[in-house]
């Protein structure tokens, strides 16, 4: 069993910029791979982005490339996401979620989730 805990979220200006954090307890944390995923409302859980077991692997949203950075450290049981030039569309629920498999990008490849930070992006 995995648990994720998020935290990071608040209110932003476009521009401006967020770093989340997700906490991880549980089991051999070193072995998941990791997502964040986000949730506007009325609409589907998106993938944002995701980073192998090592962290030499990423991969990301078209939405998001390039302004956005997903990193770990196995030593602390953290995942972060940095998200920089954030647009008012990025406004959503954000999710860590936790994956047996190595670089996975959807939503069903994630078997442990959090419970979701907030984030807001002002225009």
């Known amino acids: 069993q995995v648990q994720l805990v998020e935290s990071g979220g608040g209110l932003v200006q476009a521009g401006g910029s967020l770093r989340l954090s997700c906490a991880a307890s549980?089991?051999?944390?070193?072995?998941?791979?990791m997502g964040w995923f986000r949730q506007a409302p009325g609409k589907e859980r998106e993938f944002v982005a995701t980073?192998?077991?090592?962290?030499?692997?990423?991969a990301y949203a078209a939405s998001v490339k390039g302004r956005f950075t997903i990193s770990r450290d196995n030593a602390k049981n953290m995942v972060y996401l940095q998200m920089n030039s954030l647009k008012p569309e990025d406004t959503a629920l954000y999710f860590c979620?936790?994956?047996?498999?190595?670089?996975?990008?959807?939503?069903?490849?994630?078997?442990?989730w959090g419970q979701g930070t907030q984030v807001t992006v002002s225009s």
């Open positions: 979620a936790a994956s047996i498999y190595d670089v996975p990008t959807r939503s069903d490849e994630y078997v442990y």
């Open positions: 549980g089991r051999s944390f070193g072995s998941f791979g």
């Open positions: 980073i192998s077991w090592s962290g030499d692997n990423t």
